[in-house]
Structures are given as structure tokens and as C-alpha cells.
């Protein structure tokens, strides 16, 4: 998803609609595990200005209820959890402990 939204030339000051491009960006090379340094060199900042933006979305964003948080998690784990419960059910005991601790 990353080389779908390929970073514009800096040639000026981004827009609202280039500003909201690059979080997503920057939030889709987070989820793949990408380090700042690397986002950074992809978008033509410094590691610094990452971390403010990251920063400054996460301050901004608004937070989920106890039971909403719950559920959101339950439902992250449910596939993991299928995956171990086949693992064990097929005899692979490797599978176990993962199944036990709930994925």
C-alpha cells in the first residue's frame, strides 16, 4: 500500500490533502514494521518531523471505550487463536502453548 501513494516532489508546502496522503504513509510503513529513519528517507524529512507527526496524530485521535477496546482485541485474536485451535486439533503440539495463552 505504501507504493500506492507514492510521496510528492518537495517542491512546496503540502496541502490539507497531501498532509492527510503522507500520515497515511507514514502510519502504513509503521504497521509494516518500517523504522522512522526509514520513513523519513521515503518522504524526504528528517526523523524528527516523523516522530511530530506521529506524535501529534496520536494526541489527536480519539480513544476508544473500555468495552469497545475489549472487543477490538478479541476480534484481532480470534483468527490467531483458529490457526493454534487447527494446529492442536491436528496434533501439533508446538501449537499448544500459543492456543493456551490465547494466541
Known sequence: ???????PVRCRRLGAHGM??????IFAGLREGLRY???AAQEGVTTERIRQI???????R???SDADHAKLQLDRLVPALQIAAEAVASG???????YLKGA
Open 1 to 7: 500500500m505504501v507504493q500506492e501513494l507514492a510521496p
Open 20 to 25: 492527510m496522503l503522507r500520515r497515511k504513509r
Open 37 to 39: 529513519d526509514e520513513i
Open 54 to 60: 506521529v506524535t501529534e496524530v496520536l494526541k489527536n
Open 62 to 64: 480519539s480513544v476508544d
Open 92 to 98: 501439533d503440539v508446538r501449537a499448544i502453548p500459543s
